[in-house]
């Protein structure tokens, strides 16, 4: 059982620099978020999709873009990276309905430089 | 605005002690949903429970137990008899719906707990 499956794991970017985070889910959810955890901060969402092409702003938008072309995958792009991205992103989906439990990737540690 | 508070930054406790976490929430909703998560040092965030607005009942699963006072807004996560491996940061997290009948999810900034052997 896969679940929510992130990649990279680890990357380092340099000031200015483009990359995408990737995110799968094999649950049939329709539910999908990206957020990002700061330390002693808490998880902040930065975007969320309630089914394919649907997406919408969450707490921390800004610096990040996201597409949701088909129900399982939901990846966040990063255009211009800064040192204040440097933070671990986890990507989570959920069932339909309000009620569920949020099911977490591995999370990607990013560091910006 | 929901918001959640978890005001225990850490909290370092004797091995077989018993242990509460703290949360308080604020919410304008009627119908709403709480949530515990573990992350542990591996890093990978865990549900632990779930409990609706209108189920006021406590819950006991085996050495964790859960008081839900919406009287106090409160929802507190107690470890009976803690072990080491229950050393982890624990998130508490409230759920409603939105203005366009979305799931939003917010987090309290999280209880680190170290269980000394």
């Avoid at chain 1, 129900?71 to 800064?82: K, Q």
Wanted: aromatic share 14%.
């Amino acid at each position: 059982n896969a679940g929510v499956t992130q990649t990279p794991k680890f990357r380092i970017l340099k000031i200015g620099q483009s990359m995408t985070l990737q995110c799968a889910q094999d649950m049939n959810h329709n539910y999908m978020y990206w957020y990002r955890q700061d330390p002693g901060m808490g998880l902040k969402l930065i975007y969320y999709s309630v089914g394919a092409g649907i997406t919408d702003k969450g707490e921390v938008p800004n610096g990040y873009n996201v597409s949701r072309s088909t129900t399982e995958d939901f990846p966040l792009r990063l255009e211009l990276a800064a040192p204040s991205q440097t933070s671990v992103y986890f990507c989570a989906s959920s069932r339909n309905t309000n009620t569920g439990e949020l099911f977490f990737g591995e999370g990607s540690r990013l560091t910006v430089l | 605005a929901q918001k959640v508070t978890q005001a225990q930054t850490e909290i370092s406790v004797v091995e077989k002690e018993d242990v509460t976490l703290d949360c308080v929430y604020e919410t304008r909703d009627t119908t709403y949903y709480l949530f515990w998560y573990k992350q542990p040092p591996s890093g990978e965030l865990v549900f632990l429970i779930r409990r609706n607005s209108f189920d006021e009942q406590n819950e006991i699963s085996g050495r964790y137990s859960w008081n839900f006072q919406k009287s106090t807004s409160s929802f507190n996560f107690t470890i009976t008899a803690s072990q080491v491996v229950d050393s982890a940061v624990y998130f508490c997290a409230l759920s409603e719906a939105n203005s366009g009948g979305y799931q939003k999810v917010t987090f309290g900034t999280g209880t680190k707990l170290q269980v000394i052997p």
